[in-house]
């Protein structure tokens, strides 16, 4: 990674990008990928696309999403709290003593998830808080003084955590989910302009939007490119920490390289080349199976219209919908690696059919 490639991840990685509002985000991403494609596509909801011309019109997608999750406004009672409700996969039992900021058309404002103190619970009674539970303080006394700071009901919320690094060995900051996986696509189109490679194929690299709350941005963006082949990069769960059951969630670890999935929406055929690559270049891989759908855009493109042959490249990580994922900065390159060593070896007109 040079200097100009950290200095992206730290921008984007710090930047807010709620679901349903990635635009600023977006933008970040687009700028640094400029030098790196040919055009761009960008779709009414903000889903951003670079496009790298090759030799030939195959179609190939290599995709991540860009949201993260966060909350909403959902009542302000009288004394000036603020109460909310989920915009994705939010955790409710995280957020007391939080620190979070609101986005208003005013700027940005200061909270504080509070709660009330250890001494004045009943602890033998205590549970973990529910969404209904929690609320802000912006140091308000009052509704009028909340909605004269620019907080209304709607108004999104994101936890303040940024981008850190632990030990000189992991990334920690919230939205590791998945705009690492922005960064790492992104790091792709770098490593194939800097390299003066031409492909045998036109190369899409999507950034899409409205994963958090079931794949949207990425239903409509298949729609539009009809690609031959997609393959996708998401997090999965390091499952090495207290509380994990490896029999039910698989032996998953941050530090052991990307993980691949089994599943009915990976085509086999896509899933067995991307492993050979990985033979080849040697690479270390784990191995994750999925019971029905994979949980991400891969499904996505996977159960388009028509279909398209798809396949998942997990980032394992630890510490999913908190303000302290983290993941291996070895795990990040490999799956940089792969990726980039997958799209050189396609021909760019492999038919992934199964009978033929």
């Known amino acids: 990674m040079n200097e100009n490639s950290k200095k992206f991840l730290y921008e984007y990685l710090n930047n807010a990008s709620p679901t349903g509002f990635e635009a600023s985000g977006q933008q970040i991403w687009l700028n640094y990928m400029k030098p790196y494609i040919d055009e761009t596509i960008i779709d009414t909801y903000g889903t951003a696309v670079g ?71 009943d602890t033998a009674k205590d549970k973990a808080p529910t969404v209904n539970d929690i609320f802000i303080d912006l140091g308000a006394a009052n509704k009028k003084e909340v909605e004269d700071m620019g907080v209304h009901v709607g108004t999104v919320v994101t936890f303040v955590d940024g981008l850190m690094e632990l030990n000189d060995k992991f990334y920690v900051g919230r939205a590791l989910d998945n705009r690492m996986g922005g960064f790492m696509i992104a790091e792709v189109a770098r490593m194939l302009k800097e390299n003066g490679v031409t492909l045998p194929f036109t190369l899409y690299v999507v950034n899409s939007v409205q994963e958090e709350i079931g794949l949207r941005g990425a239903e409509m963006i298949v729609k539009r ?110 799956v940089i690696d792969l990726i980039y060593s997958t799209l050189l070896a396609l021909k760019g007109d492999e038919d992934w059919r199964y009978i033929k």
């Not at 085509?267 to 999925?290: G, H, P």
């Open 51 to 121: 496009v790298i011309k090759g030799s030939s019109d195959y179609k190939v997608v290599i995709e991540a999403h860009a949201d993260e999750i966060s909350w909403f406004v959902n009542y302000i009672d009288d004394n000036g709290y603020i109460f909310v409700r989920r915009n994705g996969g939010s955790d409710a039992v995280i957020a007391p003593s939080m620190r979070c900021n609101l986005h208003t058309k005013k700027g940005v404002v200061s909270g504080v998830f509070g709660y009330p103190a250890i001494h004045v619970r």
């Open 225 to 334: 490119l009809k690609p031959d082949l997609a393959i996708v990069t998401d997090v999965t769960h390091d499952t090495q920490s207290p509380m994990y059951n490896k029999k039910e969630q698989g032996d998953l670890k941050c530090g052991s390289g990307p993980v691949i999935c089994y599943g009915p929406a990976v085509q086999n055929n896509v899933r067995d080349f991307i492993l050979e690559v990985a033979a080849n270049k040697e690479i270390s891989i784990q191995r994750q199976a999925v019971s029905r759908s994979t949980g991400t855009d891969t499904d996505a493109f996977a159960y388009a219209t028509e279909g398209v042959a798809s396949a998942l490249i997990s980032l394992p990580l630890k510490y999913m919908h908190t303000t302290v994922e983290t993941v291996h900065k070895d795990d990040v390159q490999k």
